[in-house]
């Protein structure tokens, strides 16, 4: 069973920083590209940043500059630091793996940035 654990959200003041971390299960990490997404109250869930398989990155423009992500084959976990942090990244953060016809998501963990 596919299983996509994310850790290290929380409540941090504007200008600090959080690390997510996204433990995945099986076989499911090595086989493809990860990713991260967020989804604020109203508003649709976007791709934050994602990473291949050999480590190329993709950033959605409002984060470009703050936020890194990476990856540890060897741990099957996949890392989004988050630095500069401001109110309008608050948000529940997803762990996201596509697999073919497959989309697989975490439960969510929920960042918020106070003013």
């Known amino acids: 069973q596919v299983q996509l654990v994310e850790s290290g959200g929380g409540l941090v003041q504007a200008g600090g920083s959080l690390r997510l971390s996204c433990a995945a299960s099986g076989s499911i990490f090595s086989s493809g590209p990860m990713g991260w997404y967020r989804q604020a109250p109203g508003k649709q869930r976007g791709l934050v940043a994602d990473?291949?398989?050999?480590?190329?990155?993709n950033y959605a423009d409002s984060v470009k500059g703050r936020f890194t992500i990476s990856r540890d084959n060897a741990k099957n976990t996949v890392y989004l630091q988050m630095n500069s942090l401001t109110p309008e990244d608050t948000a529940v953060y997803y762990c996201?793996?596509?697999?073919?016809?497959?989309?697989?998501w975490g439960q969510g963990t929920q960042v918020t940035v106070s003013s």
């Open positions: 990473i291949t398989r050999g480590g190329s990155t």
């Open positions: 996201n793996a596509p697999r073919g016809v497959k989309n697989y």
